[in-house]
């Protein structure tokens, strides 16, 4: 069996001049990473860049044979112990561990590097094999090795910026983050690869740091670390999202020596959260609708209820003392109360109809001269000030293939918001003429309120009422209605509106078959 060699003497002291010769070396003998928790145990393991699942026992399972026996002897109590004192004193640790076998002795190099304050992890330890070099004659700074073996392991990319802003060290990994190679990325501009936004936040960051900067010096217990996301576009032109934790470091007397961050890719999180975030404002947006759908329809019944009650109230009270034509008058009244509740009704019937594709289309070969004559007399029933509708259909004009009930509905809607948003004097117009080949037109014009300019992207919205429309009654849904059953007769409808003038809804339905 081999005598043991004494893990101070075997400390690699490294020159810059033989950096890469040590990493080309040593670059097969593998790579062991674990972030550490703030109690000291490990909770996520990579080898050789691969993630490891699993528990403690499930990952050094997996690992290569001989790794996995120098394993039981390096994660022990011990480990434990250092990953404790490293994340209390959040300072660096380094050491050289000696794992003796029966046939064999390995050599690791394991490092501590403590982690961002706050963050879910204490600790990142990296375990290098070094058995390869156990005899080394190299003399490079340990540190100086540790920093480029991390960085050309991990997927997150490493950079160190001088106080002049010059980037000194930028990790490899940054070709799989942005597409670039390190020459590729320092040779462009900032500006050209992040978005100007994320741009403006580098800015304003760095000129935090001018300050400090300027002092030269700062203190461990001082160091802040600053996180924050930028925006930029890789090689391919995609869009990506990145993290980037940013502090300054220090040498041994406490001067600043610039800034080093770690950049870590965040697309799936941002995606994640963007989807949750409009998922958030969809039942924002869908609560406020089904507040607004309350409202607005337990409006439109609280008045024909009203009269039905107080009619009902009359009639019981005063049932023997009333003449003829004050009862006839009451009827009347609820009787036009309720058709007006029904009304409301169907109209959210039809909405919620929609909604689901349940509306249901069934055409049949229809007059439409009686149709049209049967819209105007069911709207002179309705109002209160009858006769204000003026019809004139063109002689061309003679059947369509149209579903009968939803075209009913097309019209009473159309008409009746041309009269209620119309002075009571003014008569509307109601005219049918022949449109192109295979088309029919229908137009609605009134001389009343109009609708201003800013609403009229929205008034097909259901519950959307125009600015300019608060003191009238309504549901706003009569237009979202006329939207919803033109939509199955392949009709089209089109808008002119005057605040001074009036509006005009021409609708343009084929006469032909639309199944």
Known sequence: MKTLPDPETLRPKFTPENQQALISEIQDSGLLTCYIGKNGLPVGFYFNGAVLEGGLADCLRRLPAPWQASMDHLI???FYKRNLNAIRQGRLEEAVEVVAGQEI?????????????????????????ISGISESRLKLSGSNV???LVADNMSDVFCVVSTSGKVSFLSPSIRELTGYTVEELLSRPLSGIVSPDSFEVVNRIWEEYQPLFEVGKISKSEIRPVCFEVKFVRKDNSARWAEVSSSPFIDADNNIQGVHGMIRDITERKTRQEAMSSSLQHEIELSQVKSKYISTVSHEFRTPLSI??????????????????????????SRMAVKSLLRVLDKVTIIDASGKGKLEFKPSLSNIH????????????MELVPNRIDLTIDAGVDTASIDENLFRHIFINLLQN?????????????????????????????????IPPQDMQFIFD??????NS??????????????????????????ESDPVKGSIFTVVIPVGNTE
Not at 106 to 128: A, D
Not at 462 to 467: D, I, K, M, T
């Open 146 to 148: 540790l920093f480029d």
């Open 76 to 78: 022990n109590e011990d």
């Open 105 to 129: 002795t390995s050599l690791f190099l394991v490092s501590r590097f403590p982690l961002s304050p706050g963050g879910e992890s204490g600790l990142l330890v990296t375990i290098r094999d």
């Open 462 to 467: 259901p519950f959307y009422r125009a600015s």
């Open 308 to 333: 039905i009650y107080s009619n009902l109230q009359l009639l019981e009270k005063y049932r023997f003392e009333l003449d003829e034509e004050t009862i006839h008058d009451a009827f009347e009244l």
């Open 370 to 381: 009686e149709l049209c004559q049967a819209v105007v007399d069911e709207m002179n029933e």
């Open 418 to 450: 041309a009269l209620n948003y119309s002075d009571k004097k003014q008569n509307v117009s109601f005219s049918v003429y022949p449109g192109e080949k295979g088309f029919v037109n229908f137009k609605v014009a009134d001389k009343g309120i109009g």
């Open 470 to 495: 608060r003191h009238a009654k309504g549901s706003g849904l009569g237009l979202a209605v006329v939207k919803a059953c033109l939509q199955l007769h392949n009709g089209e409808i089109f808008v």
